[in-house]
């Protein structure tokens, strides 16, 4: 349950302490305990007992008589009680350093010292957590009411902030891969207008290399003029996508917009014509270059067989290309991508449905955020309770130590007694020892009665 490592106190009289890790990296601290103290061997101290007994009986200093006689405490007795009141002097200033000390390791139990740092920067202290919960919740609550806003918006109870109406349904709802999601919606946006401008630019660049006769040196000049064109043909119909469909959703625009857009699609289709011409100019050209080569073949074969070279007939350009179709199929490229692309958007684009799911997600972030901080709140509260308890303890185990001390005395002058009986081997010593104890110990409560009183008496006059 718990993992424990003790520093001990050094020699100058510094803080022991006793640290136990325990679930999630809590760490509690006891500081100072009683066991740091340094007490007289029992092995030792028992042995000190029987040879002070021992030395009384040899000498004389004891007997029967003077055992019985004795009227306040024997020598031992009274030179152990002296070590214990000295052992018992010495707790309170230690006492006082573990008092000490425990306010030192609650103090950083408050600083969060006690608990495994958070990944994310949390504040440490109950002050910080509480300053950081308030503005994570305030975070928390905006996100929730933009998200209730957006979710309106798809409901249709309210407007876009442009005026307009998107009903719709939400993207994936009830995920948690957000940034998924997110990522494939931009992407299914971008594709539509993405695609024609790979397609267009690549055409029209290699229009406008062998409309202009261009090398593989010189390639600016096509390249400037497939930019410029398939911009046109596919971000003028993008726009107007768009446009139309504030529109059909109930946004009003004013005339001039209408008239701004008219002229865009109309120069969007001056331009596909234009390459569509330009097209079929390159392919008819090429068809008739192509033929007039087969042409001038068949009549150096025709020489070269003596025939006359009259009978091979001259070219003619519309019999080889006729330039009406191909016209029509290459305007229906350049421009159906643009038809396409506008429909696309008309139908398509509802720009809700992603703003419903950003604020999804930056709620569903906020509200982890918020059950992290929770959990760190009541970890670091916890902490410090726990911390609380264990100094509470400490301070009991100093107080015990007074008990301790007389027990351990009581028991060398019990040694000490059970050796004068044995060192005198005389019968009545032992029976001396009982009525020295008898009469000791109603002298002792006695004075115990008469402390009382008087501490009574005192109260009584104060």
Known sequence: M???????????????????????GTVVQLANPPRRRARLDPGQSQLRAQQAAERAISTGALDDAGIEATIGELPYEASRAAQAEVEKAAIASERAEA????????????????????????????????????????????????????????????????????????????????????????????????????????????NMRAYLRADDSDWMLPLVIAVISVGILTIVPYLIGITINKVVHGKSLPMWHGI???????????????????????????AIRVAEENR?????????????????????????FEPILPTIFWIAVFVGFGVALVLWEVTFYNPARLQELRTRAVVHAADGRVVDLVDRTALLEGSIELQRVVNMQSLRMWDAEH?????????????????????????????????????LAARRSADAERRAADAETAGGDA
């Open 2 to 24: 718990f993992d424990r490592t003790r520093t001990p106190a050094p020699a100058d009289g510094g803080t022991d302490v006793t640290t136990e890790t325990g679930p999630q």
């Open 296 to 320: 001038l073949r068949s009549i150096e074969s025709a020489q070269a067989l003596g025939t006359a070279s009259a009978d091979v007939p001259p070219i003619d350009p519309n019999a080889v």
């Open 403 to 439: 008990d301790a001390i007389d027990a351990a005395a009581a028991w060398d002058v019990a040694v000490h007694h059970g050796e004068l009986a044995l060192a005198a081997a005389d019968p009545a010593v032992p029976l001396a020892i009982e009525r020295h104890k008898a009469t």
């Open 260 to 286: 701004v857009a008219g002229g865009a699609a109309l120069m969007w289709i001056a331009v596909g014509v234009t390459l569509a011409v330009v097209r079929v100019s390159v392919d008819r050209a090429e």
């Open 99 to 206: 008092e000490a000390a425990a306010a030192t390791v609650l103090e950083a139990a408050r600083r969060g010292e006690h608990v495994a740092p958070e990944p994310h920067g949390a504040a440490k202290t109950a002050a910080g957590l509480a300053a950081e919960m308030a503005r994570t919740r305030a975070h928390a609550d905006r996100a929730r009411a933009a998200h209730d806003a957006a979710s309106r918006v798809l409901e249709g109870t309210e407007r876009m902030p442009d005026g307009t109406k998107r009903p719709g349904l939400p993207i994936a709802p009830g995920t948690e891969r957000f940034g998924w999601h997110i990522v494939a919606t931009i992407v299914a946006g971008v594709l539509p207008v993405l695609i024609p401008l790979i397609v267009e630019g690549s055409a029209v660049a290699g």
